[in-house]
C-alpha cells in the first residue's frame, strides 16, 4: 500500500491551512518546510528590491536553508507539495527542500496560493532539484473550500 505524504512551505499562514485540509482529506501525513530564519514582514515585501524574497526569487541559485527534520522519505511514493508563488514561481525554498531528499521514483503533485499569479514556470524550475522524481503541476488553491479540496484530493 502506498504512503502520501503532504509537505508545504507557508510564509503567512494562507499555505498551511490549505495543507492541513489536504492532509486530513487525504489521510497522508503532514509536513511543515520551516526556513532556519523565518521570513518577516519586510523580507516578504516583493516591491523592495532589496527584501530577503526579492534577493532569493532573482538569484535562482540562492537555496535558503530549512530547519532539519527527522523524516523518512524513502516511505512515501506520492508528496503533494505546497507553497505561494512568489514572482509566477515557486519560492527556492522548495528547491532546498527537494534537493535534500533522494525522490526518484517519486510523483510530487504541486498546489499553490497566490495572490493573482498562476504557475509559471514552476514545473521546469523545480524539476532539476528532484531528477527522476515526477512534479506535476497541480492546481491554484485560493478561497476554496474544504468541498473543492475533497474533491481535488479525490482526483489525485
Given at each position: 500500500?502506498?504512503?502520501?505524504?503532504?509537505?508545504?512551505?507557508?510564509?503567512?499562514?494562507?499555505?498551511?491551512?490549505?495543507?492541513?485540509?489536504?492532509?486530513?482529506?487525504s489521510g497522508f501525513?503532514?509536513?511543515?518546510?520551516?526556513?532556519?530564519?523565518?521570513?518577516?514582514?519586510?523580507?516578504?515585501?516583493?516591491?523592495?528590491?532589496?527584501?530577503?524574497?526579492?534577493?532569493?526569487?532573482?538569484?535562482?541559485?540562492?537555496?535558503?536553508?530549512?530547519?532539519?527534520?527527522?523524516?523518512?522519505?524513502?516511505?512515501?511514493?506520492?508528496?503533494?507539495?505546497?507553497?505561494?508563488?512568489?514572482?509566477?514561481?515557486?519560492?527556492?525554498?522548495?528547491?532546498?527542500?527537494?534537493?535534500?531528499?533522494?525522490?526518484?521514483?517519486?510523483?510530487?503533485?504541486?498546489?499553490?496560493?497566490?495572490?493573482?499569479s498562476g504557475f509559471?514556470?514552476?514545473?521546469?524550475?523545480?524539476?532539476p532539484s528532484a531528477?527522476?522524481?515526477?512534479?506535476?503541476?497541480?492546481?491554484?488553491?485560493?478561497?476554496?473550500?474544504?468541498?473543492?479540496?475533497?474533491?481535488?484530493?479525490?482526483?489525485?
Amino acid at each position: 500500500m502506498s504512503k502520501g505524504l503532504v509537505a508545504y512551505f507557508s510564509a503567512s499562514g494562507n499555505t498551511k491551512k490549505i495543507a492541513e485540509t489536504i492532509a486530513q482529506e487525504s489521510g497522508f501525513d503532514l509536513h511543515e518546510i520551516v526556513p532556519e530564519t523565518a521570513y518577516t514582514k519586510d523580507d516578504l515585501n516583493w516591491m523592495d528590491k532589496k527584501s530577503r524574497s526579492s534577493v532569493e526569487m532573482n538569484d535562482k541559485s540562492i537555496r535558503p536553508a530549512v530547519k532539519k527534520s527527522d523524516i523518512d522519505m524513502s516511505c512515501y511514493d506520492k508528496i503533494i507539495l505546497g507553497f505561494p508563488i512568489w514572482w509566477y514561481v515557486a519560492p527556492t525554498i522548495i528547491n532546498t527542500f527537494l534537493e535534500e531528499y533522494e525522490l526518484t521514483g517519486k510523483k510530487i503533485i504541486l498546489f499553490a496560493t497566490s495572490g493573482g499569479s498562476g504557475f509559471g514556470n514552476t514545473v521546469k524550475e523545480l524539476q532539476p532539484s528532484a531528477p527522476g522524481a515526477e512534479i506535476v503541476e497541480g492546481k491554484l488553491l485560493n478561497n476554496v473550500s474544504r468541498q473543492e479540496i475533497s474533491e481535488w484530493v479525490k482526483q489525485l
